[in-house]
């Protein structure tokens, strides 16, 4: 197997990981500071700050151009990550972070069928298949089932 889709496999694993642990943590910081969204808030200034040392550490600069030439809704990403940590915080605790992340994983599943179905952002299309839809929903019964 290519090394690189290696290394893309071992990133996301990882990265999930980091995910499951986000929720707890940033919880525990809404405790801390009053509410999900000064926790959120908190976590994207870390973040922040982390990304602008990696990109000094990189020499990462994004050419001006390049900038001007993407479109609006492309400057949306960090809104939808807002929503999700300050959500993580408020409803891990109350659900559990298992619960929490298998129904959120849910939902992620479900937009990228319908992301992938419309071809959205200039991803190639790909048809919603009964196997697909199947899969996404053993996910959400899988949910379920962490639940009970």
């Known amino acids: 197997m290519n090394p690189l889709v290696l290394f893309a ?7 999930g990981g980091f995910i499951a642990v986000q929720a707890p943590t940033n919880a525990l910081l809404a405790r801390g500071v009053g509410s999900p969204v000064n926790a959120a808030l908190i976590s994207f200034i870390v973040g922040s700050l982390a ?16 900038v001007r030439s993407v479109p609006w809704y492309a400057w949306t990403g960090g809104f939808y990550g807002a929503v999700f940590v300050t959500v993580a915080a ?13 129904v959120a994983i849910g939902g992620q599943l479900a937009m990228a069928l319908f992301l992938d179905r419309i ?23 899988g949910a379920f089932l962490v639940r009970k």
Do not use: H, N, Q, Y
């Open 90 to 102: 408020f409803a891990a605790p109350r659900l559990g972070v298992t619960f929490f992340l298998m």
């Open 51 to 66: 990304l602008f040392a990696l990109a000094l550490v990189l020499g990462a600069r994004p050419a001006e151009g390049a």
């Open 9 to 15: 496999l071992a990133a996301a694993f990882v990265s």
């Open 119 to 141: 071809g959205a952002f200039g991803i190639d299309k790909v048809d919603v298949s009964a196997t697909r839809l199947a899969g996404v929903a053993l996910v959400l019964a």
